[in-house]
């Protein structure tokens, strides 16, 4: 019997389905091949751009850190400004006795001459002025950022009249000047961080709880610039006098201790340069140099 030639063979029917079988899974393989170089295509290119975000994320967080303005809509003045609004008055305890000598300080963060200044004396007129037997008012600069180019001086002026928002000026502002004395000590230059001002040096200063917040939205948003960059412009463009009405007769500028004269200073000079502060004999400079 003859073979019926128009029936297909198994052998080739089996050939056929196994191309077929082949074939599809040739074409899966370079689907999935497709689709894969699709998804590494896309997640490197996913990468790069978040790569990007965060670059330029992180130099507008530099950028942010280092501003001194804040906006118009925010700001404040330091509830214990002076009535000129040309610096803060260091007395928040207790009210100051009539007959107590006023002391203008006029400071930079940044200035050498006012780190070892308040470095020394620091402590005494804090002590003083909490005890109301002077009055301490502090006129901050901004001079030594133009000098250094940079905005350290700026910030920490606007940190430290946040901190008078919380009652802290005091004790901010002495934690600033022994920070720099130890940048000082190390022959490095003085560098506050908006994180070291925010947090670090708050902490030192005793901020904390609700008032910590409170302080840090205030730095954050940089609340208190006017009222700094108004105080130090005007306090640049006003002469510092030997013996200025407003101080009563006493000032300690950021380069020397002027008193109502020469013999005053030489016998501060040599008390500084022989022994520690005496609050006693601190204050009885202070007076005899306001002609009390």
């Known amino acids: 019997m003859a073979k019926d030639k128009t029936k297909p063979r198994p052998d080739l029917i089996a050939k056929r389905q196994a191309d077929k079988v082949r074939q599809a899974a040739k074409k899966r393989k370079e689907r999935r091949r497709i689709f894969v170089n699709w998804v ?5 290119i996913g990468l790069a751009v978040w790569g990007v ?41 207790v009210p100051p006795a009539p007959e107590a000598p006023v002391v203008d300080l006029y400071s930079d963060y940044q200035c050498d001459g006012c ?18 037997q002077i009055v301490l008012r502090y006129h901050l600069s901004m001079a030594q950022d133009d000098a250094l180019k940079n905005t350290t001086s700026g910030r920490a002026n606007v940190a430290a009249a946040c901190a008078d928002t919380v009652g802290q000026f005091l004790s901010y502002s002495q934690v600033l000047f022994e920070a720099a004395a130890g940048a000082m000590a190390a022959g490095v230059p003085v560098a506050f961080t908006s994180d070291q001002l925010a947090n670090d040096y708050a902490t030192s200063a005793g901020i904390s709880g609700s008032d910590l917040k409170t302080f840090q939205q205030c730095f ?3 609340a208190t610039s006017a009222f700094i960059t108004n105080m130090s412009e005007t306090n640049a463009n006003r002469p510092i006098p030997d013996n200025p009405d407003y101080s009563a007769g006493v000032s300690i500028t ?18 500084v340069q022989e022994q520690p502060v005496n609050n006693d004999e601190l204050l009885y400079l202070l007076s005899s140099a306001a002609g009390q």
């Open 115 to 132: 780190i070892a200044k308040m470095q020394y004396f620091g402590p005494g007129l804090i002590q003083l002025a909490e005890q109301g």
């Open 40 to 44: 590494i295509g896309l997640t490197i």
């Open 220 to 222: 954050q948003q940089r």
């Open 53 to 93: 975000f965060i670059v330029i994320n992180h130099v507008q967080n530099d950028i942010d850190d280092d501003v001194v303005t804040g906006n118009a809509d925010v700001q404040i003045t330091p509830p214990n400004m002076a009535t000129d609004g040309l610096s803060i008055v260091g007395n928040t305890d």
């Open 254 to 271: 950021d380069d020397l201790v002027v008193f109502s004269n020469q013999a005053e200073v030489d016998l501060m000079l040599a008390y």
